[in-house]
């Protein structure tokens, strides 16, 4: 009898239901999932039902939960008109995201494998179209979350960045699809696909189609794995940017492999700013698969941002975030070597230009004097598209280690350890 009595107790205690958002039509139904996730934050499948279209025409921020998963069968809709949506990102209440998790555990936020149903439309289209960037909400902020899954969510036409992960541990993010691609000759601006911070982080078959960095990893981040992925018309597989304004950067292990890397503008990109501090250690990029891309391999120290002016004046006496123990290993493709504008080009020249490159580089070093070690490019094939010499950059006061290629301006040379 007492054991009868205990193993109901604990049924009850670990009952897992699930709960239907309500839906009315031509209405917001924002305050009815807010509801609906405020009165059942645990042991919970929020539910969005396959065939129908629900407006999510406010932000919403989740509470606190412990084993819920939002499950998206139906397809969600951001507000049509730009104003409204500037009006809320421009409000005091904004959380940040569209859609904002603010912390739990064993959380779930799963889509769809239909084709048709588990959208979520953001409109960005008309956003491009004008050339529109003011408050531009971001799409998913999956915050400190621990153990918790992304799978099967499909986002079409978002505005700006699409899924983040600030302070998370423990997440796996597999089996998305972002589709930032414009129907016109506008460019979609700064839809960064995945933003990595946190740490046991696994990404694994996700597609993405955007105009910014299809993974960007950022300080405060360790053990990022990211595999078998596909990327296109985007800016890269990127670290960083690290150290604006000064800031104390540290990323370390983390392994990108197995991607395709289509139509990009980098494929393999580190970024830190001039003045930068800390440290990226134990970075690697693998068997990597690039075509139709200007700058395959590119590291930089003297990031700098558009919006805000030329770049700074180099100078060996400031200080700068410093980077170990980088490999690119097994890079197969072909460089982009014919002439092109790409779509976030806004000044002139192009933020993307390097001053005295060939336009056939397969890699590029730009290094400050004493602040990189270990860096290393082997099992590198490359071709460009007009059949002309690949060349690097590569400066040998900058680096004293095997770099896997002769560190200077001219001609890709194998050297024994790129071998």
């Given at each position: 009898?007492?054991?009868?009595?205990?193993?109901?107790?604990?049924?009850?205690?670990?009952?897992?239901?699930?709960?239907?958002?309500?839906?009315?039509?031509?209405?917001?139904d924002t305050p009815g999932l807010l509801a609906l996730v405020s009165n059942h934050a645990s042991n919970a499948t929020i539910m969005f039902n396959k065939g129908v279209t629900y407006n999510i025409f406010i932000a919403i921020k989740f509470p606190v939960l412990t084993n819920v998963e939002i499950r998206i069968e139906g397809n969600l809709t951001y507000p049509t008109n730009i104003t409204a949506i500037q009006d809320v990102v421009g409000s005091s209440s904004f959380p940040g995201s569209w859609f904002t998790f603010s912390g739990g555990d064993n959380v779930t936020l799963r889509g769809s494998t239909d084709p048709h149903w588990g959208w979520v439309d953001a409109h960005g289209q008309a956003w491009w179209d004008a050339v529109q960037q003011t408050n531009?909400?971001?799409?998913?902020?999956?915050?400190?979350?621990?153990?918790?899954?992304?799978?099967d969510m499909k986002l079409w036409k978002p505005i700006g960045w699409n899924f983040a992960t600030s302070d998370s541990v423990d997440v796996h993010i597999y089996n998305n699809r972002i589709m930032a691609v414009s129907d016109s000759s506008s460019f979609p601006f700064n839809t960064d696909g995945f933003s990595a911070g946190g740490t046991n982080l696994l990404f694994e078959n996700n597609v993405v189609y955007n105009g910014d960095d299809c993974l960007t990893v950022g300080s405060g981040a360790f053990n990022i794995t990211w595999r078998n992925g596909y990327c296109e018309g985007g800016h890269g597989l990127s670290i960083g940017s690290l150290g604006e304004g000064g800031a104390v950067?540290?990323?370390?292990?983390?392994?990108?492999?197995?991607?395709?890397m289509q139509s990009c503008l980098y494929a393999a990109r580190f970024k830190s700013w001039t003045g930068g501090n800390g440290i990226a250690r134990n970075i690697t990029w693998k068997d990597i698969t690039f075509l139709n891309v200007p700058f395959p391999i590119y590291v930089t120290q003297n990031y700098w941002d558009q919006e805000d002016g030329p770049p700074p004046n180099v100078s060996s006496t400031l200080n700068n975030t410093h980077i170990a123990d980088f490999l690119f290993d097994g890079f197969t493709g072909v460089i982009r070597d014919t002439p092109f504008v790409e779509g976030s080009c806004v000044t002139d020249p192009c933020w993307y230009y390097v001053a005295n490159a060939t336009g056939r580089e397969v890699v590029i070093l730009d290094l400050y004097p004493g602040t990189a070690t270990d860096v290393l490019a082997k099992d590198i094939v490359a071709r460009t598209e007009t059949g002309r010499e690949v060349d690097v950059m590569c400066n040998a006061t900058a680096i004293s280690t095997d770099v896997g290629f002769k560190c200077w301006d001219g001609p890709f040379i194998r050297t024994k350890a790129g071998l």
């Open positions: 009898m007492l054991f009868s009595l205990l193993l109901l107790q604990a049924s009850a205690a670990f009952a897992w239901d699930t709960f239907t958002v309500p839906h009315l039509p031509g209405e917001d531009r909400p971001h799409g998913w902020a999956f915050n400190k979350i621990t153990n918790g899954v992304i799978r950067a540290n990323v370390q292990n983390v392994l990108i492999e197995s991607t395709i």
